[in-house]
T-cell receptor, first 116, second 114 residues
Framework: DTGVSQDPRHKITKRGQNVTFRCDPISEHNRLYWYRQTLGQGPEFLTYFQNEAQLEKSRLLSDRFSAERPKGSFSTLEIQRTEQGDSAMYLC??????????????FGPGTRLTVT | GNSVTQMEGPVTLSEEAFLTINCTYTATGYPSLFWYVQYPGEGLQLLLKATKADDKGSNKGFEATYRKETTSFHLEKGSVQVSDSAVYFCALSVPNTGGFKTIFGAGTRLFVKA
């Protein structure tokens, strides 16, 4: 298994444009998470999926953000009408435990978004 | 609410020095506690964890003890190496919709000089 992968690794876009990021979790992991990380801060929870169901969305996730996991495998995070404040590292993680609080999350390398 | 507070960095040490990175938390119930590490250019990875009071997590010479009475989970290592230079994140998991959610601290950057 190659771990969690994310694509692209870097994205530079102009304000107002739409961007889409992809995350491929570890195969057979049923839970997938999206986080946002800004400089000097820890990951902030955005949303997570159990298989294809999106179970929770953070208040950080405005209407311009949408995430999908259509077949319970890879996931996409789309940001519409990007703003400079969206510039951050977007992290994806997966895990294989539903009911164990001590579950380990496996993180991808992240997608760094710069909005100019 | 649930939160994690860890000491601000950067922390700069010489090789073989003793390391402590403080972490305290606020949570309802009995969370599991974690330390994640992020090496330069890499994704976060689990370093160690503890699931109940007085448990000690350990890995790669690092240790942390779940202290319920002081709501702390301080990270320690007796002798750091240059290769330990990284950002360290304290985290907790709490029950949430359909399972559990993880909350991270702001991270502490460690520099180890040869």
């Amino acid at each position: 298994d190659t771990g969690v992968s994310q694509d692209p690794r870097h994205k530079i876009t102009k304000r107002g444009q739409n961007v889409t990021f992809r995350c491929d979790p570890i195969s057979e992991h049923n839970r997938l998470y999206w986080y946002r990380q800004t400089l000097g801060q820890g990951p902030e929870f955005l949303t997570y999926f159990q298989n294809e169901a999106q179970l929770e969305k953070s208040r950080l996730l405005s209407d311009r953000f949408s995430a999908e996991r259509p077949k319970g495998s890879f996931s996409t995070l789309e940001i519409q009408r990007t703003e400079q404040g969206d510039s951050a590292m977007y992290l994806c993680a997966s895990s294989d435990s539903l009911w164990d609080s001590s579950y380990e999350q496996y993180f991808g390398p992240g997608t760094r978004l710069t909005v100019t | 609410g649930n939160s994690v507070t860890q000491m601000e960095g950067p922390v700069t040490l010489s090789e073989e020095a003793f390391l402590t990175i403080n972490c305290t938390y606020t949570a309802t119930g009995y969370p599991s506690l974690f330390w994640y590490v992020q090496y330069p250019g890499e994704g976060l990875q689990l370093l160690l964890k503890a699931t109940k009071a007085d448990d000690k997590g350990s890995n790669k010479g690092f240790e942390a003890t779940y202290r319920k009475e002081t709501t702390s989970f301080h990270l320690e290592k007796g002798s750091v190496q240059v290769s330990d230079s990284a950002v360290y994140f304290c985290a907790l998991s709490v029950p949430n919709t359909g399972g559990f959610k993880t909350i991270f601290g702001a991270g502490t950057r460690l520099f180890v000089k040869a």
